[in-house]
C-alpha cells in the first residue's frame, strides 16, 4: 500500500509501506476513506516530537470502513464504516477507567506517533471496541474527519475546562482549527460575548461568521488592554489558549477575570512564566488536558443531529496521492487560506 512516512525533521515521502496486519486480538484493520493533516504533524515535521521516530506513517484522524477484525473485537465487523479515534483506549487501565483515555496505559495518542497512523490506505487500530465509533452515511464523511481530535480537543480542554456557561464572556485565543473548534462547541453553552484573538484576518473573519461577537487583531501587542477595554476592566470569565506559546499564554493571564479560568489547549514547547504575583488572589482556576476523545459519543450525536456542522473548517480537498501537496499547502496556512485539508482515498 502507498502511505506518507516520515524520515527526520522536514523529510517525509509518498511511498509504498507494507499493508498492515492484525497483531493482536483486539486490533482491527481499517480502509481509509478519508484523512486530514492536523498542526502537530506539522509540529513532527519539524523534528519536535521524539517519539516519532524515521520510517513512521504519519496521521490520527479519518474515517474508513473495517477490513479485519481481531478474534477478540465484538462491536464492529468487516464492511462497518468507522471514526477512528485520535486516542488509543484500552478501555481497562485505571485511566480509561477514569475517563482519562489520553493517558491510557496501553494506548493514548499512539497512532501516527509511536505506531503507524491514518496517512495510508489501511491503518491497524490497537483496541479497536474502545479507539472506533460506528458513524452513519447520512452525513458528509468531511463533518466526521473532524471528530476524530479538533472538536473533541476544542470541546473538552477548551469549553469543558474553562467551564463556559450561559452569559459568559469568553476569549479564544488563536483561530486556527482547534480555536475554531472551541468556538463552534462553546455555542452549545450560548456564552454572552465571544471574543476570538489572533494576528490573522482572513482567520478572524472565519471566527466571524461562525459566531464570535467580538475579534481581535493582537499583533499590534494590546490585545490585553484591548480585552480590558471591551470589558468594563473585569476581564473574562474563560480565557482559552490555542495556541501554544508563551505571548499567547500571556494574553490569558492577563485578561482573566476574578474567579475566571485559564484553560490551556495548545502544546506548548517553551516555558511560561506563571504570573503569580498579580493571579494569586484572583480565585482563577488554570487547567491543561491532553484530549481525552470520552466527549466523542455526545459530539457524534450533535453532528449527526445536523446542529453541529464541522465540515465549514474543511477549506481545501485532494486526494489521497497528493498528500504531498497538501502538506505543502497546510504548512503556508496563512498564505492558503487554509483551515482543515481534507484527504480522499
Ligand atoms: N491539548 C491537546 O490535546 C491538543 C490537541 C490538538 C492540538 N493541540 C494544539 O493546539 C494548538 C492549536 O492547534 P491548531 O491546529 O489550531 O494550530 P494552528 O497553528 O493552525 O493555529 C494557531 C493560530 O494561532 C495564531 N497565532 C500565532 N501566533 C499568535 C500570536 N502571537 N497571537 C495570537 N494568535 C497567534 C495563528 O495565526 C493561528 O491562526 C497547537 O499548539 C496544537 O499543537 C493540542
Ligand atoms: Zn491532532
Ligand atoms: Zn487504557
Known amino acids: 500500500m502507498k502511505a506518507l512516512v516520515y524520515h527526520g525533521a522536514g523529510k517525509r515521502a509518498w511511498e509504498e509501506k507494507p499493508k498492515p496486519i492484525i497483531k493482536a486480538p483486539t486490533d482491527a484493520i481499517i480502509k481509509i476513506s478519508k484523512t486530514t493533516i492536523c498542526g502537530t504533524d506539522l509540529h513532527i515535521m519539524k523534528g519536535d516530537v521524539a517519539t516519532v521516530t524515521d520510517g513512521r506513517i504519519l496521521g490520527h484522524e479519518g474515517v474508513g ?34 475517563g482519562m483515555y489520553s493517558h491510557c496505559e496501553n494506548g493514548g495518542w499512539i497512532l501516527g506517533n509511536m505506531i503507524d497512523g491514518t496517512q495510508a490506505e489501511y491503518v491497524r487500530i490497537p483496541f479497536a471496541d474502545t479507539s472506533l465509533y460506528h458513524i452513519s452515511d447520512a452525513i458528509n464523511d468531511e463533518a466526521w474527519v473532524m471528530l476524530s481530535d479538533i472538536l473533541p480537543t476544542g470541546f473538552e480542554c477548551g469549553v469543558l475546562n474553562g467551564q463556559v456557561k450561559p452569559g459568559d464572556t469568553i476569549a479564544i485565543v488563536g483561530a486556527g482549527p482547534i480555536g475554531l473548534a472551541v468556538l463552534l462547541t462553546a455555542q ?11 494576528v490573522d484576518d482572513n482567520r478572524l473573519e472565519v471566527a466571524k461568521k461562525f459566531g464570535a461577537t467580538k475579534v481581535l487583531n493582537s499583533s499590534d501587542g494590546k490585545a490585553v488592554e484591548n480585552v480590558m477595554k471591551m470589558t468594563n476592566k473585569k476581564g473574562v470569565d474563560a480565557a482559552i489558549e490555542a495556541v501554544g506559546i508563551p505571548a499567547t499564554f500571556d494574553i490569558c493571564q492577563g485578561i482573566v477575570g476574578a474567579g475566571g479560568h485559564i484553560a490551556n489547549i495548545g502544546v506548548h514547547g517553551k516555558s511560561v512564566n506563571l504570573h503569580l504575583e498579580t493571579l494569586w488572589s484572583q480565585n482563577i482556576t488554570l ?5 481525552d476523545t470520552v466527549s466523542t459519543p455526545m459530539l457524534l450525536k450533535v453532528v449527526q443531529s445536523g446542529k453541529l456542522q464541522p465540515q465549514q473548517l474543511v477549506t481545501h480537498r485532494f486526494k489521497l496521492d497528493q498528500i504531498m501537496k497538501a502538506y505543502d499547502t497546510f504548512g503556508n496556512a496563512a498564505k492558503e487560506r487554509a483551515l482543515k485539508v481534507v484527504l480522499t482515498a
Request: net charge negative; aromatic share 8%; charged share 20%.
Open 188 to 198: 452549545f453553552y450560548s456564552p454572552a460575548e465571544i471574543i476570538m484573538i489572533d
Open 65 to 98: 470502513i473495517v477490513e479485519t477484525i481481531g478474534e477478540g473485537v465484538s462491536s464492529f465487523h468487516a464492511g462497518d464504516k468507522v471514526l477512528i479515534s485520535c486516542i488509543t483506549a484500552c478501555g481497562k487501565c485505571d485511566y480509561c477507567k477514569k
Open 287 to 291: 487547567t491543561t488536558r491532553l484530549v
